[in-house]
């Protein structure tokens, strides 16, 4: 519980830094263009707050906590998407250096949320089952949390369209994976934003499991 408050006075320092960067830029350049990384990151926080509270290893599965999860899933790729908000660094702005420093602020929160929300429900969840499924489920999870990401990227869905547009959600998506002029780039981006999720995991995993060693 200690180590679990510890990481969250972390993300909400670097988060709070994160705001701080957007609002000192608005300031200097009275350009409001780059507040909306702040939703961004409100919505990237989103499934973090739902693992945090809501998944809980005594709770039995039931309808409730069945909706919980599909919430949280439904959220997930918004925390990770905060990287791909890197697209909006131009080189020969004035502000360059402010606006690297601020966008890898909010790309290193959104990947930091993602994996310890992960780190929620792998503890809830997946623990309770054989290896095998852990290793399904996980690459799983990674792989649509990919390709929510390139949903919102690429096509410009977000979360809130599974209710206000799940028409239009539902064609792109098909449109996406069997339409033989879309398929290979979907593939193409949903493997390299599934491999660095996959990657970036291996990585926290052993620099925690480090800490912990050396603790014990």
């Known amino acids: 519980m200690q180590s679990l408050t510890r990481h969250q006075k972390a993300l909400y320092g670097l988060s709070a830094f994160a705001i701080a960067l957007s609002i000192t830029r608005v300031i200097y350049t009275n350009n409001f263009s780059f507040l909306f990384l702040i939703w961004n990151l409100f919505l990237a926080w989103i499934p973090y707050w739902i693992s945090n509270t809501k998944f809980k290893e005594h709770d039995k599965i039931n309808f409730k906590l069945t909706c919980f999860v599909g919430m949280w899933l439904a959220f997930l790729p918004n925390a990770p998407y905060l990287l791909t908000d890197l697209v909006h660094f131009h080189s020969t702005s004035q502000t360059k250096w402010l606006d690297l420093i601020l966008l890898s602020s909010y790309a290193i929160c959104g990947v930091l949320l993602f994996y ?69 780039h979907t593939i193409a981006l949903t493997f390299i934003f599934a491999l660095f999720l996959y990657i970036s995991m291996l990585v926290f995993d052993n620099l925690f499991y480090q800490q912990n060693e050396k603790k014990s």
């Open 116 to 184: 310890f929300s992960l780190q929620h429900f792998k503890t809830n969840f997946l623990l309770k089952r054989r290896k095998s499924s852990q290793i399904i489920i996980l690459i799983g999870l990674l792989v649509l949390s990919a390709y929510g990401i390139f949903l919102g990227r690429e096509l410009r869905f977000n979360s809130w369209d599974i209710i206000s547009n799940p028409l239009g959600l539902c064609i792109a998506i098909f449109k996406s994976v069997f339409d033989a002029q879309h398929y290979k």
